[in-house]
């Protein structure tokens, strides 16, 4: 008696366990339908052209699917209920084989497939061209774990910043996307590593901005491209979409879309060389940045580094305009964040496991002066 009650009251939570778990798996479905159109990376809610025929292709392929699923589920809801064993049927009569239902359950798909493969081939071809002349053009550089941008018009004065795309609104931006290794010096843009050229090569990236484009990937000894743009000024989030290591998460990046003219002003802004640092505790941070070999990685344009011209070393991200971005270390930080900054530079591996950028073992003093010194690059 006693053992019966027992294995009764185990049923009896097995069931509400099993009750509980069929509540919240449908609770999180629900949750999962919350999306307003305001979500920052919804890929369909698409912020220009190219996103927007991306976007159109998958609403036809949506309700194409939308269609197929209602019919199909309701004959055989259908079948089930019209047909279901009232008792006492007899086994029916078995057939084998109906030449015209084959032909249909054949032709039927086919046409929908079809249907889908003919817009679809239509538009990556369409989305595969290179836009014209008025095209911005924009080199990317993919590295564990962060993002280069270059910009390569010639009156854009070789402007190269770091997890942040400017772009102008209602223009095609151009990008050639190139994955590189994290430690080796970049060869530059015409003499992009091969594959097999004894230079280690990096790491596959992926490149998506949902609200812009679809992802494109960016594989080590290609030159990959991808075109976006964006109808109104604003702020689209970024990240890397392919598993490339450690700090694959910490990969983000933000497109950043200006009217025409608030863009050419940030371009001359950035095309300025940085100035000497003033102060006394930045100054000291500056000669720091040389003598600690941040120099070696970091290019700072206006100084000649150890292993080059300064504009030329970009084993890490150039800091020329470093506080006037928004984030550093890959998207992760807010650049304002004084504290975050310092523990950065005292142990990034601490805070960004897998970061290439080494622990030189500074002291408070020395990390005070190199934070002063960044915070003077506007
Ligand atoms: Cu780069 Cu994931």
Redesign the pocket.
Known sequence: MITASRSEAAGHRSAARRRWAAWTVLLGLLMAGCGTRELPQSALNPAGPVARAQDELWDLVFWIAVGVFILVQGLILFAVFRFRDRGGDEIPKQVAGNTKLELMWTIIPALILVGIAVPTVQTIFELAQEPGEEALDVRVI?K??WWGFEYLDEDQQGVITANELHIPTGRPVFLRMQALSATQPDPGFDAAPEIGQGVSNG????FWVPRLAGKQDVVPGHTRTLTIQADEPGLYPGQ??????LS??R?RFDVIAHEPAEFDQWIADQAEPAEAAEDGLAAEGEELFQSQQCIACHAIDGYEAAAGTAAEVRIGPNLTHFASRRTFAGGVFDVNDEAQLKAWLANPQAVKAGSQMPNLGLTDDQIDALTAYLYTLE
């Open positions: 993919g564990q774990y790491v596959i990236h992926s890397c979409a392919e598993f490339c290591g694959h998460a990969m």
